[in-house]
């Protein structure tokens, strides 16, 4: 990504920032990491030798949940 690029998106992360971020809160309300033993059994793959790294169980369950809660399509959740 341009610099230019990387300037919008931090103004964008700033602007997210100075409204609040209200997923802090559900972060204290939530053991996320109880759920990684379960999940890492899910998320296994025999392909895992080649391509981009996997992104964090976590992180896709979170995702997940947050798309579920807010009824966002994938291009909202990815926004």
Not at 29 to 35: A, N, P, V
Not at 61 to 75: A, P
């Amino acid at each position: 990504m341009s610099t230019f690029g990387h300037f919008f998106l931090h103004q964008e992360y700033a602007a997210i920032a100075a409204r609040g971020n209200p997923l802090n809160e559900i972060e204290s309300l939530i053991d996320w990491e109880r759920f990684r033993p379960r999940l890492s059994t899910l998320n296994q793959s025999d392909t895992d030798q080649s391509g981009d790294p996997h992104t964090d169980v976590i992180v896709l369950m979170k995702l997940l949940v947050l798309q579920q809660w807010h009824g966002l399509s994938d291009h909202a959740l990815e926004r």
